[in-house]
């Protein structure tokens, strides 16, 4: 029997007994079960200091930060080792890696055997939302991690306080993690994590019993289960079946001059600025957005037929290289303090820096970069590539709290009213600055085609090749993805809803001779201005081949000298021929669902093709 480092803090018999089954199978030192206090987190932080896992950072530059380090083969999350491990191959669909369920639990357990030897098992209870939500959902996490422990403070609501809604024999979502076997000689003594070779990690949701198994990475969406595995994964599968959704979106709320509020959700795909979109600063006068969240919603309706989001998490997982005053000042000031960072630079003056942050550094400075490497700027390898101080997919875990933008009410339990949905993804051409759709259903073709063009250096394809991401969920979706898409039309057919509008937006179109047309960023609080006004039935429009359309006067253009007449025209022209080809396009990606494909939809993607064909 492995014994309990502190006191059992529930009587829920069914989670008692599941921490001591996994106990004994990962033969762990003890078990703790965290509590969630901020003694807690900074008693772990300050043994990871002590054992130099974690480095802590210059504490009147970065108070109450730590710096951590990967290894260099655990740094991102691994869609190749994720799986959707439902009864049936066909209900995890043809976008999922599939194992059967009894097949994949024999192979992970022999992996968890004695996995967890001379490390603790910490048991984590967590909430997805504001504790006692009643769009909130609970999970137990145990790991064998302190730094998942501590991501898990800063990204969910954690501790006795879920316990005592969970009671006595409420409902949760077992998540099991561990970063794998120890090392034979111990723990690796060079200041990082250990994790298992690619092909013994395994990222495995159970959908039918609304399990997470996790082994052998301790990276980000990975390890720190709450966010993509169950607020995801695990989440849309539930919301199917509760009726309700789970989206890969980040949540905003826009307040216009005279006080009036929208609250927007957006769902992009990775790379795409979702943060800094939920983060934006107006660069019109009067204009206010404030942050409800980056990167997920749970919307339920409401008794008024509205739906009500709330964003699951409690802070940012940040992408650092590119994040700067000038890309993104609510970031960088909500992680200032108490932020965990992962795989950024070191400074001689114990502050973090990264490629895109924007601040100098002295003339002949070394860094150490995220590998522990004495770095210099300009360095370059062996065959002349220029060397990063930070990994790309560097991190920062910072806490809603110490966003400036946050809004007052982003943890409200009953959510906030949704008036609108935005889509978009990085397309050079064809797709315009925004349109509207033309119904529900069209907003929902929409969302199943996103997607961005990627360059051919980049997947080896053809230059100009569009990625397709429906909904931003490709990699996030629980079930097949043709099924999610029907459940989209479903929410349309809830009698009394009052749905939001849905737009499709794209910061990202060039000209013929690769100029921006657009400068993105804070201006695009103008294309939000056109979309609030569309939500109250006002906004110049035109109803085209497409949707509804800007007019060429309709975005607020006023002290931006960067766009001109033409720019706007050409940001804002139907491009019947592109058009064509992107019908051609989405047809090909639709034929990837087979017999799924929801018929709603290619009838909707056959009235846009025949709508082209008059103009
Ligand atoms: O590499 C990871 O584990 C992070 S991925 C991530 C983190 C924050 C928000 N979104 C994402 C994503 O991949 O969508
Ligand atoms: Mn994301």
């Known amino acids: 029997m492995v014994k309990h480092l502190n006191a059992i803090p529930t009587k829920h018999a069914k989670l008692v007994k599941w921490v001591e089954e996994w106990a004994e199978l990962c033969e762990p030192n003890g078990i703790y079960w965290c509590d969630g206090t901020n003694t807690e987190y900074y008693a772990l932080c300050e043994e990871m200091v002590q054992s130099g896992l974690a480095t802590r950072l210059n504490s009147k530059l970065r108070p109450d930060c730590v710096l951590f380090r990967s290894d260099p083969s655990d740094v991102a999350r691994v869609e190749a080792r994720t799986y959707i491990a439902s009864e049936k191959q066909e209900d995890a669909g043809p976008t999922n890696n599939w194992i059967a369920p009894a097949e994949l639990k024999a192979t992970m357990r022999e992996l968890y055997k004695g996995c967890m030897h001379g490390r603790t098992m910490y048991v984590i209870p967590y909430s997805m939302g504001p504790v006692g939500s009643n769009i909130a959902k609970i999970g137990v996490e145990i790991t064998d991690s302190a730094y998942v422990v501590i ?75 709450g966010k993509k595995c169950l607020a995801l994964r695990i989440a849309t599968v539930q919301a199917r079946d509760e009726g309700w959704m789970a989206e890969h979106m980040l949540i905003l709320k826009l307040t216009n001059p005279e006080g009036k509020v ?121 065959d002349g590539k220029p060397v990063k101080a930070a990994h790309p997919n560097a991190r920062f875990s910072a806490r809603g709290r110490n ?29 315009p600055l925004v349109y509207q759709s033309l119904s529900w259903e069209h907003g929902v073709m929409i969302g199943s085609s996103v997607g961005s063009e990627v360059t051919a250096a980049a997947l080896d394809v053809k230059a100009g090749t569009v990625r397709r991401d429906p909904f931003a969920m490709l990699p996030f979706c629980g079930y097949h993805m043709a099924d999610y898409f029907a459940h989209w039309l479903e929410i349309g057919k809830v009698a009394g809803a009052k749905l939001p509008k849905i737009f499709c937006v794209n910061w990202f179109r060039k000209t013929a001779d690769g100029r921006w047309l657009w400068p993105g960023f804070g201006d695009n609080s103008r294309v939000l201005k056109w979309i609030f006004e569309r939500c109250d039935g006002e906004g110049k429009a035109q109803e085209t081949a497409i949707g509804y359309m800007p007019t060429e006067d309709a975005i607020d253009r006023t002290g931006l000298d960067s766009v001109s007449d033409a720019d706007m025209k050409e940001l804002l022209a139907l491009d019947v021929e592109g058009w064509k080809k992107e019908v051609a396009s989405i047809r090909e990606h639709y034929a990837k669902f087979g017999d799924k494909m929801p018929k709603e939809l290619l009838a909707q993607l056959d009235a846009l093709e025949a709508r082209l064909a008059k103009c």
């Open 151 to 225: 991501n898990m403070h800063v990204m969910t609501r954690v501790g006795n306080k879920v316990l005592e809604v969970l009671g006595d024999d409420g409902e949760f979502v077992p998540c099991i993690h561990s970063v794998g076997k120890p090392l034979e000689n111990g723990e690796s003594d060079n200041g990082i994590w250990p994790c298992a070779p690619m092909e013994k990690k395994y990222i495995a949701q159970f959908p039918e019993t609304r399990e997470i198994w996790s082994y052998g990475s301790g990276y980000g969406g990975n390890a720190i289960l």
């Open 262 to 382: 929208k609250y927007v959700t957006g769902a992009f795909p990775s790379a795409c600025g979702k943060t800094n979109l939920a983060m934006l600063i107006p660069t019109i006068e009067g204009w206010k957005v404030e942050t409800v969240g980056d990167d997920i919603a749970w919307m339920k309706f409401g008794k008024d037929g509205r739906l009500y989001a709330i964003n699951p998490e409690n802070g940012f997982f940040g992408v650092a290289p590119g994040t700067s005053m000038q890309s993104n000042k609510n970031a960088m000031l909500s992680c200032r303090q108490e932020t965990i960072f992962t795989n950024c630079a070191l400074r001689e003056n114990g502050d973090i820096w990264w490629e895109g942050i924007d601040i100098d550094l002295e003339p002949g400075e070394k860094l150490i970069d995220w590998k522990g490497n004495v770095w210099e700027a300009g360095q370059v390898d062996a």
């Open 403 to 431: 966003c400036p933008a946050i809004a007052p009410n982003w943890e409200d339990p009953a959510g906030v009213p949704i008036d609108a949905f935005l889509f978009g993804g990085r397309r050079p051409s064809t797709l």
